[in-house]
């Protein structure tokens, strides 16, 4: 994994997107010297064309990200990219207009945008067949060797043997009780001794030490051997946090959140950016947005009786309430019965609610929330006090959710279905988890571009 501004990134992921970088580079400058060729000019300054190539490149990069193609699982399935990487191009020709509208110093020619955006397909087509290829190799996988057998141990197992995991492989699995280990295959502690020795013998390149209780069972003086000849030695929470892009509960423990790093809330600059993006991106999105509004109020009206926004009190930054709007996509008498979980094809969901649900439609009306300060853009799914009261004393650390304000999109939204039982709210939890811990303008920012994948393949909604 690569960690670039607190987030981390798989290795192999980082190297396909700094080569596809390269490829729309060369993409935009073939496309213009094709042109000029055409044009009967061959003597073609290709330097006088920077911001234009800079201007191309991040225009089509900014919407593969947009649509996923950067996700590991779609970095694995060749087809899967394809279809993404149709997406991406058509996304890429309407953000390229409207760039080139708006900035028409920007001098890229139609037809140069056109033939290089041909010649990137072609590229990366290619480059995305043969990541698929040697992402399956040992290429970029880490050796790791586990110290522990039980359930945390089992998690990482778990990890490595789950679909589209390709940056590590485990080696081995050490017992250090006389416990019954859950790891099948596991040795005695003792017979990996000295542990730096057996660490080369595997060729491992990483240490995770996977240990519920540590109290007289954490071999010390072995770690810190294997630290001073160059082997790397990780903490098992921060390890699985590192490869999921999630802070996992069931082993999480007081000590790891106060000591690891993260969790030092948001600096007064970055404060000062988020808010000020939020004003400046809710007033644009309203004026944008305006026509949907519009269209959507009106067949909310026409086709089940009651008010057109809906409502509802949630719990902000701090703990503090306020009252969230949106679009009703319910009946007016949803409720009627008291407050219950969203449930997978709700019959209280009117056929336009449900539209306007699967596109993200009924969500537009919160800007009125960020433009008044409860909410931002970017962070955790607000809850209602009742469910929030419940899952408190249920999922351990769910409070502290609550330490950043509440988004209308987030690292968890984005990553997680709507949740919508106990157990979706304590997986979500873990999400939110990591992005407070990992704040940073730059996540921020990934997860805004990718939103645009949710809306478009609407998975989970409910």
């Known amino acids: 994994m690569i960690r670039i501004f607190k987030h981390y990134v798989p290795k192999s992921v980082f190297v396909l997107g700094f080569v596809e970088v390269a490829i729309l580079w060369a993409a935009i400058a073939a496309g213009l010297t094709i042109r000029y060729a055409q044009l009967g000019d061959t003597d073609v300054s290709l330097a006088r064309y920077q911001v234009e190539f800079a201007t191309f490149v991040c225009v089509v990069y900014v919407s593969m990200l947009a649509v996923g193609m950067y996700q590991l699982e779609t970095c694995r399935d060749f087809r899967l990219s394809l279809v993404r990487l149709g997406a991406a191009l058509l996304l890429s020709l309407v953000i390229g207009s409207v760039v080139l509208y708006l900035f028409p110093d920007v001098d890229i020619w139609r037809s140069v945008f056109l033939f290089a955006l041909g010649l990137a397909a072609v590229g990366i087509v290619i480059s995305r067949f043969v990541f698929v290829h040697v992402a399956d190799m040992n290429l970029f996988r880490r050796r790791v060797l586990v110290l522990g057998a039980r359930r945390a141990a089992k998690r990482i197992q778990d990890l490595e043997q789950g679909p589209g995991r390709d940056a590590f ?9 006389d416990h019954p280990p859950d790891v099948e295959g596991a040795i005695p502690f003792a017979e990996a001794l000295p542990l730096a020795d057996y660490a080369r013998r595997l060729e491992a390149s990483e240490i995770v030490v996977a240990i519920e209780e540590r109290r007289g069972t954490l071999p010390t003086e072995e770690l810190l051997a294997c630290k001073m000849q160059g082997l790397k030695v990780t903490d098992g929470t921060t390890f699985i946090e590192r490869e999921t892009g999630t802070v996992d509960l069931d082993s999480l423990n007081p000590s790891w959140l106060i000591f690891s790093d993260g969790f030092g809330g948001v600096g007064r600059a970055d404060l000062v950016i988020k808010r000020l993006f939020d004003i400046s991106a809710s007033l644009i999105l309203l004026f944008l947005s305006l026509p949907i509004l519009v269209t959507t109020a009106i067949a909310v009206k026409l086709t089940s009786p009651g008010p057109i926004f809906y409502r509802q009190e949630r719990v902000g930054q701090f703990g503090k309430t306020y009252n969230v709007m949106k679009f009703r ?3 007016n008498d949803a409720e009627k019965e008291g407050p219950v979980w969203a449930r997978q094809n709700d019959t209280r969901v009117t056929p336009v609610g449900r539209f306007i649900r699967s596109t993200r ?5 919160q800007i009125f929330n960020v433009l008044k300060g409860d909410m931002s853009f970017v962070g955790p799914r607000p809850e209602r006090p009742v469910f929030v009261e419940e899952l408190a004393k249920q999922i351990p650390y769910y409070s502290e959710r609550h330490q950043v304000k509440p988004g209308i999109t987030g690292w968890a939204q984005i990553n997680y279905p709507y949740g919508a039982s106990i157990e979706d709210a304590k997986q979500k939890l873990q999400y939110d988890l ?11 920012f990934l997860i805004l571009v990718q939103t645009l994948r949710v809306v478009l393949w609407p998975e989970g909604v409910r």
């Open 361 to 365: 439609i009924d969500e537009i009306p």
């Open 329 to 331: 996509s319910m009946r």
């Open 169 to 177: 492989t485990c080696v081995g699995f050490l017992r250090m009780t």
């Open 434 to 444: 990591y992005y407070i811990k990992n704040y940073s303008i730059f996540l921020d």
